[in-house]
């Protein structure tokens, strides 16, 4: 075993310890804190795909994250007022089913994902990043000034949605079903990283001009990524969505999507667990900072730059060492 | 997140004479980021009614929100799971109000709101645990129609940022002005220049201005609506002319007639003391938002006087009572739980140095909300 | 809607134009000379109308206030830069864009720590006060032709700047090859922390004009500092030209975007629903200009071809 692997294994035991113990000690908060903390690791895994993989810096994700949540809100606002979606040419109800909303939400962010691509990747660097945030500020100004859906005000979802032979309203079935959730989405990113796909990948990130040499495309094998990583972000907004009640564009707006980089990059680029270790540090860190000082941010920021500063591959890379996982 | 402080003396108090806190209010509010003026007004406000009161067995917990919907739910569910709290309050914004207070109430907490009224609800959303103590969200745009109906305005021009509040509040002055209107146009939230708009008034031949846009939004509109030579009467609700933005707009303002359910010259005995206490305390005069903090506390402490909050029933009858001495007189509730009060018309003047506002009429007496029949309660 | 209005509304997207073109110079001549992406842009901005503000209050010199709103941000430019960007120049843009990012949470909650939470007042002097009228009877703003005259001059001093000087010769061949200049024997840390400071002062300059008008706030930075991404999207890294024409033809289009547009609605919808909707629409014409120039050009009208 590795020490990352090592490392790996103290995160998934505390991930399953620390609710399990807050269940006997009756602490629910901290059971809605760690899903808080799973559910912003699901969307920086799926960050971690464009970003780690991919070499695509995206500072638009909060659009995948904001859509996803949308899918929930729409869909489930629809049921609950018992009206129609839409009426012509077919009629399609509303629902609070997850399992639907997430297929929803995965196939809404992936189109967006895919449109926003196809634009994006036409260039390259310091251009993409100031693509995907102008894009997603774009989006978030719409949903602002759109009557539909609560513009600004977002929407209220009274009750959480349902999973088959579940209670999602109590707080550890939730947790466990985005642990659940969180655990298979890194199992696919683990095999997606040694796939043909996730090699072809890695090689456009770094010798882009070889991989041309070998007939793949490098743009069609970003704009992949993309889609995927936008997916995945895509399902945790959905859950965020469902974790809130909530759902509103403060999701679309751009320091979310600064904050779901922030998590990858505490965590460690390109490592698996990276984002599960940034998120539960930023989720922790917020709580315990946030307790100390009302000028909590100011902290917070002089955390993140010494974390990159001293250029040790965020978390991860300090306790496990240097070395990319995936390369 | 949850900038969670223990702030009541009356706390701190108990905690000194060893008794055991019997009940305990959470207070959401925002107090970093940008809007945080108004949540330290509601905060400081209200903390000063508790203090005046200085009883034993109350527990006040103090959060921030940043103004994000998300960390206004998750601190909810902090108050509600792990503190155990009896009542929430403290809200600023509308948005953060629709996320927070439906699953409040449902899950059998009070919610006494100290600013943010949506339609929602005061309307077919109201819940016998909500009680706005504030208004509700028209009531400031309908006063400013009525005002422009009186003045014999027959073309006003007017504009609101696109957004929920901003289509309420255009709807609002329409309900009561119901003349021609110059024009009427929806800006971009957070807008920060407003030359176009101007230039489309100076082109619309429109004999006043009406217009609501919050925060650093109308400071921008004022300053460029003075310097454009444009000099037709202004109006709008009291959020764009509160104490705190009045001395960064400056002289901009003079004159412009907003409306108000509270002003710091209404005259009354409770509201002296209480300008009198804020400005003792604090050292700077109280706005609109520090009054129904002040109110809010006031309420709940009237209503812990005769009921116990456990007993939901006694508890919410002794809360609909309203029987407490309002900063801004009369004060009753609906049925739906919203005030039912006076709206003033004020005009915003300079006193030495600092600016702020003087009531110059009554725009509309014992205004309920428009919404009311559309509550079942 | 007359001939008048229409010229009005034109000056109106210059002016914003104008002040756009402020902060997108300062960022475009970072990326192209030193290839590092500042997020934080948007807070020397912020810091140049806190400064200008305070010493407004303080002395009530609307020059000093220009004066010190400059040189506050040049000055806090340069300590950031030698504190934090000179670590990352050999770095990633992630690492740039997440240090950054940083940055901006220190600077907003930092600013707020020290001037508290409400808004600062700042205003026009009196003798750039009230409006002007221009030939064909337009009363226009006479600050607000400042701000165009102002603008204007900046960019061709920038422009001399660079094609002109000993220094300009140094932040041309940088942006060419960095070995080289260094090989040459320029100072290239010291022309680094100049050009940082040179941007930083040129978007506290422009916080401080457009403070005057609008409101003092933490936070007043970003907004501004997305539309110059946008605006350096469209005229192309590195090109002060293209941020300049970048510039006019955002702020032009946001404008008459935002005015022409609720009224083309309202030939098919009823006039409340048609400002609603239109309205909606043009808060995202500059990104659809901004989509259309990628089309066409993806290293924007003016950015290198690679």
Known sequence: MTREAAVNAVILLLLVAVPGWALYADEPFTITLATRAVIFALAAVGLNIALGLGGLVSLGHAVYFGLGGYAMGVLASHAQNYTPLMEWPFVIEGTKSMPVIWLTAIVVSAIAALLIGLLALRTSGVYFIMITLAFGQMIYFFAISWPAYGGEDGLSIYVRNGFPGLNTLVPIQFYGLCLALLLIVLLFSALLARSPFGLALNAARQVPHRVETVGLDPVRLKLVALVISGAITGLAGALFADLNRFVSPTMLSWQMSGEIMVFVIIGGVARLFGPVAGAVIFVLLEHLLGGISEYWQVFLGIVLLLIVLSGKGGVIGMLAGRGRAHD | MSMKTLLAAAALAALATGAQAQVKVGMITTLSGGGASLGIDIRDGFMLAIEEDGRDGLEIIVADDQRKPDVAVQIADEMIQSDKVDILTGIVWSNLAMAVVPSATAQGKFYLSTNAAPAQLAGKGCHPLYFSVSYQNDNLHEAAGAYAKSEGYSNPFIMAPNYPAGHDSLNGFKRFYEGELAGEIYTELGQTDYAAEIAQIRASGADSVFFFLPGGMGISFLKQYADSGVDLPVMGPAFSFDQAILQAVGDAALGVKNGSNWSKDLDNEANAAFVAGFQEKYDRLPSLYAAY??????????????????????????????????????FSFDTNQHPIQDIFIREVIKEGDIYTNMIVGTAIEDRSSAYVDECSM | MSPILIAEQVLNGLQFGVMLFLMAAGLTLIFGVMGLINLAHGSLYMVGAFAAAAVAGATGSFLLALVAALAAAAL??????????????????????????????????????????????????????????????????????????????????????????????????????REMIAALGVDISKLYTLVFALGAGLAGLAGALVGAIQSVQVGMGEPVLILAFVVIVIGGIGSIKGALIGAVLVGLTDTLGGIFLPELFKLFADPATATATGSAFASMAIYILMAAVLVWRPTGLFGART
């Open chain 2, 293 to 330: 903090g002040y109110d809010t506390a006031n309420l709940m402490l009237s209503a812990l006087d005769t009921a116990d909050v456990t007993d939901q029933e006694a508890f919410r009858a002794a809360l609909a009572a309203a029987d407490f001495d309002s900063v801004r007189g009369k």
């Open chain 3, 76 to 177: 806090a430019g340069a300590l950031v830069e030698l504190v934090v960007i000179r670590r990352l120049y050999n770095r990633d843009h992630l690492d740039q864009v997440l240090a950054t990012f940083a940055l901006i949470l220190i600077f907003s909650e930092g600013t707020r720590w020290l001037f508290g939470s409400f808004p600062l007042y700042l205003d026009i002097p009196a003798w750039l006060s009230g409006p002007v009228t221009l030939p064909g009877g337009i009363q226009y703003p006479l600050y607000r032709l400042a701000l165009i005259v102002l603008g204007l001059l900046v960019a061709v001093g920038l422009w001399l700047l660079i094609s002109r000087t000993r220094i300009g010769i140094q932040i041309r061949a940088g942006e060419n090859d």
